[in-house]
């Protein structure tokens, strides 16, 4: 039987890298490409869904090797069945960390491996049997590691070839030494990447400049050196990636621009710089319970207060940790845990502990604000707070979905509607989307702020990638500026395309950052106003009514974009979450595809009545 391997390296939130190889039968000549990303099973909110699925017999074809990347541990290749199976329930572990783990307490091998991975090998899976298909072995390797770059997985030649990347030297290209070059002699179908978090204070780019850039150089290399021995590796292997998520930016600016970055700044995949490829966007796929107001107060610890490690394994063992549980026999649900260890343990603590009782009645909420947060968080723990989304399942559906219908003959959707065009009059914004497959259905949202479709009406605001910088001015009070006779002014200006030396913006803006104290608003940001749209009279069209806005007054707009900023929840100061329990749902966007697949982000500018997208995005 023929075998083939396929790689993939994807990197997620604020940490993740990780390396996967795909292993695929060729019995049916279906080879599969595979998808990787950190975050782990354990803190996704279908792993018990999933186990139940492999005990029930399904995904009998999936093969799992290399396991806890991101703490060094390497496990032998195992079925699913075998990952899925507490076997080691007696004998202690290490995680890298020094400290035992146990079977009943970490979970199965299969929750400390990749989330992502794993759901993109069972719904590729679910895509091939849905077709009438024989499912081919797939084999993952998960090499993930966390809180890393683009640079560390690409060669210092790839580097070189871009402007304004990151400084190269020690610790670039060192992922790539560890994690991939190491599967260079293998023959892969085709390469998954989810990263871009801890690239998020870099330079996004345009083109031949930054993220943008290296993006499609790296696959080009990637692709190269795959296929320099004939007959392995196909030149054009394909490769697929994730658009990131609004959680993702950790703390830096402009994640649209990142969002187009990753796309090589053509907004959509495949194009000329990235051929044969195809991505999942993940913008309105955050946490449902990702807002850190109670996460911040330190609400539902479990373990409150310092408790030793094996005593939180015992606390589990006892069931203390289930939904039900307290630690007091006469407030349990009868047969859910044992009481008596779980109250000589004092595990776990009330979901309102005393610290979050405190925070909530300081900040003026009611005292139970966090029941419903904590509810949730006891059923599967959380990463970091709202940085890494839980919803990793529809993650790996839609790269499943976009690779079996781009790269295996697929009849359905491989990506949502793309900008095509628009045109206004007085008082109307007709958008037209483009797709392929993909017919555009324009949803209705309950409530108006959270759409990120938004509109502008002052050309001079335009701008992707705005940064903050800096000039001296005259200080009339030497004696309220250190002494000075200047002081700093801190503004936003917006980079010119093939002009500025952005990486030297970027150095000046996170430095400003590092000042302390609130930047200015941001002008570039805030001239934008969020409408809604219904849909169009023609097919594939949107429509936005101009009658209403603030500053219209029969102007017309200078530019539209969408899923450049924010989400599609409710903005912080109404956030129905806090103190009413409501989460922010999922796929809650309005452009979507018949697929419920997201439109993809955009930003255009508007003149003579017609949209102009930045090039080499077309519109």
């Not at 080009?220 to 697929?240: C, D, H, I, M, Y």
């Not at 009059?425 to 958008?431: F, Q």
Request: with cysteine; net charge positive.
């Amino acid at each position: 039987m023929l075998v083939l391997v396929l790689v993939l390296v994807l990197v997620l939130v604020l940490v993740l890298v990780l390396v996967l190889v795909l292993v695929l039968s060729a019995a049916d000549s279906e080879l599969l490409p595979l998808l990787s990303m950190w975050l782990p099973m354990s803190f996704s909110y279908s792993r018990n869904y999933t186990v139940a699925n492999i005990s029930a017999g399904k995904y009998s074809n999936v093969r799992l090797m290399a396991g806890d990347s991101q703490h060094g541990n390497v496990w032998p290749w195992a079925t699913a069945k075998n990952a899925s199976t507490c076997v080691d329930a007696t004998t202690p572990q290490h995680n890298g960390t020094g400290l035992p783990i146990t079977c009943p307490y970490t979970g199965p091998k299969l929750f400390q491996f990749s989330a992502a991975c794993w759901y993109f090998a069972e719904a590729l899976t679910d895509e091939f049997i849905k077709a009438g298909k024989k499912p081919a072995t797939i084999g993952l390797i998960n090499t993930a590691i966390g809180g890393s770059m683009i640079e560390e997985w690409s060669l210092n030649t790839t580097l070189k070839t871009c402007k304004n990347t990151s400084s190269i030297g020690k610790g670039q290209q060192s992922l790539w030494d560890k994690n991939v070059l190491p599967y260079l002699s293998m023959t892969v179908k085709g390469f998954l990447w989810y990263q871009g978090e801890n690239n998020m204070h870099a330079v996004k780019g345009h083109v031949d400049t930054g993220y943008s850039c290296m993006m499609p150089a790296m696959i080009a290399q990637w692709r190269k050196l795959w296929s320099a021995e004939p007959s392995t590796t196909s030149p054009n292997a394909p490769f697929g990636l994730v658009v990131l998520p609004d959680s993702g930016g950790e703390g830096g600016a402009n994640m649209g621009a990142m969002r187009l970055a990753q796309t090589g700044s053509y907004g959509a995949l495949p194009n000329k710089a990235m051929p044969n490829t195809f991505l999942a966007q993940a913008f309105d796929l955050d946490d449902p319970w990702g807002d850190k107001t109670c996460y911040g107060m330190g609400c539902c610890n479990q373990w409150e207060g310092p408790i030793p490690h094996d005593t939180r394994a015992a606390c589990v063992g006892a069931g203390c940790d289930k939904p039900g549980c307290t630690n007091n026999a006469s407030t349990s649900k009868p047969g859910v845990c044992n009481s008596t260890v779980c109250g000589k343990y004092r595990c776990p603590a009330p979901f309102n502990n005393s610290r979050c009782v405190s925070s909530a009645l300081s900040k003026h909420l009611p005292a139970n604000t966090c029941d419903k947060y904590c509810d949730a968080l006891h059923g599967t723990p959380v990463y970091m707070g709202g940085i890494h989304p839980r919803l990793k399942r529809p993650v790996g559906v839609r790269l499943a979905a976009a690779a079996f219908n781009a790269v295996y003959g697929g009849k359905g959707e491989s990506s949502g509607p793309t900008i095509a065009g628009c045109s206004t009059t007085a008082a109307k914004l007709t958008l037209s989307f483009a797709g392929g497959n993909s017919k555009l259905v324009v949803h209705q949202n309950a409530t108006a702020h959270p759409t990120m479709l938004q509109v502008l009406f002052n050309a001079s605001l335009f701008c992707i990638e705005p940064l903050l910088a800096r000039t001296n001015v005259s200080c009339p009070d030497p004696t309220k500026c250190h002494g000075n006779s200047w002081r700093i002014k801190t503004f936003w200006a917006c980079p010119v395309l093939g002009r500025d030396d952005t990486t030297a913006m970027r150095a000046t803006h996170n430095r400003l950052l590092k000042l302390g104290g609130h930047p200015p608003a941001c002008p570039y940001q805030d001239a934008w106003q969020t409408v809604l749209a219904t849909a169009g009279s023609a097919a594939n069209t949107a429509e936005i009514d101009l009658s209403q806005l603030a500053g219209a007054n029969g102007a017309a707009p200078a530019g539209v974009r969408y899923a450049m900023n924010g989400n599609c929840c409710p903005t912080k100061t109404e956030d129905p979450r806090v103190g009413s329990g409501k989460p922010c749902p999922p796929m809650a966007c309005p452009l979507m595809s018949e697929g419920r697949l997201p439109a993809n982000p955009f930003q255009a500018r508007i003149v003579g009545g017609k949209c102009q997208c930045v090039a080499p995005q077309v519109c």
